[in-house]
């Protein structure tokens, strides 16, 4: 078993014997065993980090076992500099939400501790697979865990949410998994996704195959206009839910991009790109509209993520280095600051109950040291300089200026939507006097919320103060990606 195994079956072996636990009189000794196997199962990924080689495009350890012999499908396995760094966010995250749950989640903790362990493992294999069925089988397999956690633990429009959520990403992979058995076909019985990238394939077809995966992608990136699940869900989604969401699955949209529909597809990428640009431009500005005008605190965060999301798309199809490792470097950065943004609302949510920023005022004067914490990931969120949400926002518009100065005239505005929404609704929430007894009566963060929110602060500060380590491991890929997107273009 290689560490890419590790990563991905530690979670879901620790997940398993949670669930076994069952009962709720079991449940410290579930928690414990819960974060036992969160810890165990990002340390296991840290080794990827470590032992990575900089400076090449190619897959690294990477693993490959006969799976189903018949149609030659393999457990085949492997990260470049693309999909490492989604794999240690996952881990580090799933730690993150079993803190964030230990005290709040009092029903059925087994089976909710359980869903993220094992949804931790499933998203690791979505980055980590290089057969198609596998990444389709890990792809889809994730909705499981998530329909359950919104569904079980969500609010009380929860099951309308639950099946939201689940038809939107379902119906939109159908069309990909007719795009895989295309492609298998035409690699002459091969899954293998790199075997894809080499295939040569007419104008027709790659057209085709662009908008069947982007069917799957654009829906759980999501974008415009297909983005009307999310706010739904993340309203009636547990805090650790919401987290994770925000954090990790919207990025298995993005990412599909980058490994399938841009190498797979490139001169239909090329032909289309203006729609992607546009759609972007549009989830960037629009949404960001839309984010101001909204009076529940998970819904305004919501809106904020597929506004940021949008960087990431418009990133992706300008084409060029800065464009596509800013995109990566953005994934990431809303990772640690929408995981964070969630949290912290959860906070508030599990003292007062209301997620509405009417109910809030003045919150500075009773918790004076979460506040600090809300302050820096709000700050975070609308891009300052030294925080991680600046790093890949900046990055973006630099690669759409160089690209198209009115392209990039368009992306800044975000910075400008993305401060006013944020800070509006930090100071209702947060600044003034007090102006309700549920505000009097609040106590500031407890142990184990400090360390969840400081651990989150420090992935925030030290990826906005030194990005190095990011942009290192990615280059080589993104370079590589790009010299196939242009080497392969039709003449």
């Known amino acids: 078993m290689g560490w890419l195994s590790l990563a991905i079956w530690t979670p879901i072996v620790f997940g398993i014997v949670v669930l ?18 969160s810890v165990i199962g990002f340390l296991v990924t840290l080794p990827l980090y470590t032992g990575f080689r900089l400076g090449t495009a190619d897959m690294q350890f990477v693993e ?14 492997g990260v470049d500099g693309i999909s490492l760094w989604f794999v240690l966010l996952t881990a580090f995250m799933t730690v993150i939400v079993v803190i964030a749950g230990w005290e709040v989640i009092q029903r059925k903790v087994n089976q909710y501790m359980a869903a993220f362990l094992i949804l931790s493992g499933l998203m690791i294999g979505v980055f980590a697979a290089l057969d198609g069925v596998l990444f389709y089988v890990f792809f889809e397999a994730t909705l499981i865990p998530m329909y359950l956690i919104i569904g079980i633990w969500g609010g009380p429009n929860r099951i309308y949410a639950a099946f939201k959520f689940f038809l939107y990403t379902l119906l939109g992979s159908l069309l990909t998994l007719v795009a895989f058995v295309y492609l298998y076909s035409r690699a002459g019985g091969s899954f293998d996704i790199q075997t894809w990238h080499q295939l040569p394939l007419p104008l027709s077809a790659q057209t085709l195959l662009f908008f069947a995966m982007f069917a799957a992608f654009a829906v759980k990136v999501p974008m415009w206009p297909v983005h009307t699940w999310l706010p739904d869900v993340h309203v009636e989604a547990p805090t650790g839910g919401s987290a994770v969401l925000a954090a990790i699955m919207l990025k298995l949209g993005a990412y599909g991009f980058l490994r399938f529909s841009m190498p797979i597809a490139p001169d239909a990428s090329r032909e289309w790109a203006w729609l992607m640009i546009a759609l972007s431009l549009v989830a960037v500005i629009y949404v960001g509209l839309v984010a101001l005008v909204q009076q529940d605190m998970k819904k305004l965060v919501a809106y904020s993520s597929v506004a940021h999301m949008g960087f990431v798309t418009l990133g992706f199809f300008i084409f060029n280095e800065l464009g596509v490792a800013g995109g990566l470097v953005q994934m990431i950065a809303h990772g640690f600051v929408s995981g964070a943004m969630f949290l912290s609302i959860g906070v508030l949510y599990d003292r007062v109950h209301s997620r509405e920023i009417a109910s809030y005022g003045g919150v500075v004067n009773t918790m004076p040291r979460f506040t600090a914490f809300a302050l820096l990931f709000a700050m975070a969120n609308c891009g300052l300089p030294g925080t991680a949400g600046f790093v890949g926002e900046w990055m973006v518009i630099l690669g759409a200026v160089k690209a198209n100065f009115w392209i990039g005239l368009g992306a800044a505005t975000a910075l400008i939507f993305g401060a006013a929404y944020t800070l509006w609704m930090f100071k209702r929430v947060y600044l003034g006097p007090v102006t309700n007894d549920d505000v009097r009566q609040l106590a500031d963060i407890n142990g184990r919320e400090f360390l969840m929110l400081a651990l989150l602060a420090v992935a925030v500060l030290a990826m906005g103060l030194y990005p190095k380590p990011f942009t290192d491991v990615m280059d080589a890929s993104v370079s590589h990606l790009l010299q196939h997107v242009a080497a392969t273009k039709l003449n």
Request: no cysteine.
């Open 20 to 37: 076994a636990l069952g009962r709720d009189r079991h449940a410290p000794l579930v928690r414990w065993i819960s974060l036992a196997g």
């Open 64 to 77: 490959k076992t006969a799976w189903i012999e018949r149609f030659n499908v393999n457990y085949h396995l």
